[in-house]
Structure formats: C-alpha cells, structure tokens
C-alpha cells in the first residue's frame, strides 16, 4: 500500500550543512528536486533568511552545493537552481533505489523536514535499512499508509474530508456566504456542533500537513 512518511534528518548528514550553520536563521524551502545522475542531484529550492550576497559567499564555502543559478529575486527570498554533490547518499537512495518522491522538504535551524512518498510500504523499509547500514539519521515523526481515499493524502478523516469538500462546494466559505453552518449540518444529517468540528479539526489538520511540514510547533 502506498505510504507518505514525514521524518527529520540532521543538517550535518545532508547537503547545505555548511551553509545552515554559517547563518542560523537561513532556510531552505525545495521546491522540485532533479535526479541528475549517480552522484548528484539537482534541486529547484527557496531561500530565506539572508541577503544574496551572503548567500552567494556562505555557498561558496559549501562543498555539497555547485553551480548555483538565480532563477528570481524578491525582497526577502530568492529562487535558486543548484547542483548538491556531497551528503546525498539517503536522499539518492530514497529517489531510485526506493522510488520514492520527496513531497515536501525545508532545511532550518540544523535539520532537514522531509515528507515522502512511497508507492509501497515495502519501499519505505529499504530506506530504513539503508540508514541502519550507513549509519545516517531518518527519525520518523508519523507513518501514514493511503487507502485509496482522498482524504489518506492529508491527514484527513473521511467524514473531515466530506465536510471540508461540501462546505467548499455549497458555498459555506465563499463571501458572502451562501449556505450557513445549520443549513449545511441539515444537509448533511449531522448536528452543526459535530460539523463545525469536523471542519475546524479538518482545516487544522489540512494545514499542519501542507504548511507547517513538521515546524507547526515553531514561532
């Protein structure tokens, strides 16, 4: 069955060590991440917390990363294509050997928020035995196997998932609003105490698993 795992890595046994702990309040937000051969990845990422021309010299002190390319500049982010060369082992292991597809992954303060997924369960334990081998650190914050429903995905309940869908649908949402809790409770055959927590604890988790990816507890 196909698994999404979040799990935590330490800075210093993936790319961008160097560079996380140069300047602490630097991140990392991977946007897409490129297998570009046996030794090598190529990953699209945001980074935040410093200005481009510190990023530029803490980089070039940071062996994992080369060729780094600015793709856009903002004022408080840049987006940057680069090359990382050195650390990878578990993320290479993770995209070929396992098949796996890294979903999210943000790098701050010394560690790296990872969530995956796995077509198979099975899949999942090749990159647990290749930590063990190595001697790498994946520390697994949840395991969740998809059953084939949407709501699997996100962390949703089935009747989270129906609530968060009909609200959307009828109106609930919308402002104005054109359909209100007690109408929308009535349709659904439930009473609007048990769908207003159906839909807060929905969009909280909906949120804490797209968002927050594992920092929901940070400032």
């Given at each position: 069955?196909?698994t999404i ?8 046994e993936?790319?961008l060590?160097?560079?996380?702990e140069?300047?602490?309040d630097l991140?990392?937000d991977?946007e ?10 190529m990953?699209m990422l945001w980074?935040?917390?410093a200005?481009?021309?510190?990023i530029e ?11 780094v390319?600015v793709l856009?500049?903002f004022d408080?982010?840049?987006l940057l294509?680069?090359?990382?060369v050195?650390?990878?082992?578990l993320?290479?292991q993770m995209?070929?050997n ?7 992954a943000?790098g701050?303060e010394?560690?790296?928020q990872?969530?995956?997924?796995y077509?198979e369960r ?6 647990h035995d290749?930590?063990?081998q190595?001697?790498l650190?994946?520390?697994?914050d949840s ?5 084939g429903?949407p709501?699997?995905?996100?962390g949703?309940t089935?009747e989270q998932y129906e609530a968060?869908v009909?609200?959307?649908?009828r109106?609930?949402?919308s402002?104005p609003r054109?359909?209100?809790l007690?109408?929308?409770a ?12 159906r839909?807060r ?10 968002l927050?990816?594992g920092?929901?507890?940070d400032?």
């Amino acid at each position: 069955m196909a698994t999404i795992v979040r799990g935590t890595v330490p800075a210093n046994e993936f790319a961008l060590a160097h560079s996380l702990e140069t300047i602490p309040d630097l991140e990392f937000d991977i946007e897409r991440i490129v297998d570009s051969g046996e030794d090598a990845v190529m990953p699209m990422l945001w980074v935040r917390g410093a200005s481009a021309d510190r990023i530029e010299e803490v980089f070039e002190d940071d062996s994992s990363v080369q060729n780094v390319m600015v793709l856009a500049e903002f004022d408080d982010e840049s987006l940057l294509r680069m090359e990382w060369v050195d650390n990878i082992k578990l993320l290479l292991q993770m995209l070929t050997n396992s098949e796996a597809t890294i979903l999210d992954a943000i790098g701050r303060e010394r560690r790296w928020q990872f969530r995956v997924f796995y077509p198979e369960r099975k899949l999942f334990s090749k990159t647990h035995d290749f930590c063990d081998q190595h001697g790498l650190t994946f520390e697994v914050d949840s395991v969740r196997q998809m059953d084939g429903e949407p709501a699997g995905r996100y962390g949703l309940t089935t009747e989270q998932y129906e609530a968060l869908v009909k609200a959307t649908r009828r109106g609930y949402f919308s402002v104005p609003r054109e359909i209100t809790l007690e109408e929308l409770a009535e349709e659904m055959g439930v009473s609007h105490q048990a769908l207003s927590e159906r839909i807060r604890r929905g969009t909280e988790a909906l949120v804490d698993d797209t968002l927050f990816i594992g920092f929901a507890d940070d400032d």
